[in-house]
């Protein structure tokens, strides 16, 4: 969870391009995640930021049910 401690690290809204940085992906891809709602965001004058809390809760809330299924999926039952 090392992109979580870096987002709780910093202050002040972050910009499209620095989430992309984050995130490894490209600045458009992050500008279509807030547009259809599926990264928290906010709009400043018509440019979008982002708050550096809400995404690192939005990040340990995206990354919970993946640890949950990959303990599940490696317990053994027995029979």
Same mark, same amino acid.
């Given at each position: 969870?090392?992109?979580?401690?870096?987002?709780?690290?910093?202050?002040?809204?972050?910009?499209?391009?620095?989430?992309? %940085? $984050?995130?490894?992906?490209?600045?458009?891809?992050?500008?279509?995640? +807030?547009? /259809?709602? &599926?990264?928290? #965001?906010? @709009?400043?004058?018509?440019?979008?930021?982002?708050?550096?809390? %809400? $995404?690192?809760?939005?990040?340990?809330?995206?990354?919970?049910?993946? +640890?949950? /299924?990959? &303990?599940?999926? #490696?317990? @053994?039952?027995?029979?």
């Amino acid at each position: 969870m090392k992109l979580v401690e870096t987002l709780k690290s910093r202050t002040g809204a972050l910009k499209v391009a620095e989430v992309a %940085e $984050l995130f490894g992906v490209t600045p458009q891809h992050i500008y279509k995640m +807030a547009a /259809s709602g &599926r990264i928290p #965001s906010f @709009r400043i004058s018509g440019s979008v930021r982002f708050d550096p809390d %809400e $995404l690192a809760a939005w990040l340990k809330e995206k990354q919970a049910p993946a +640890a949950v /299924s990959r &303990r599940v999926g #490696s317990t @053994r039952v027995a029979a």
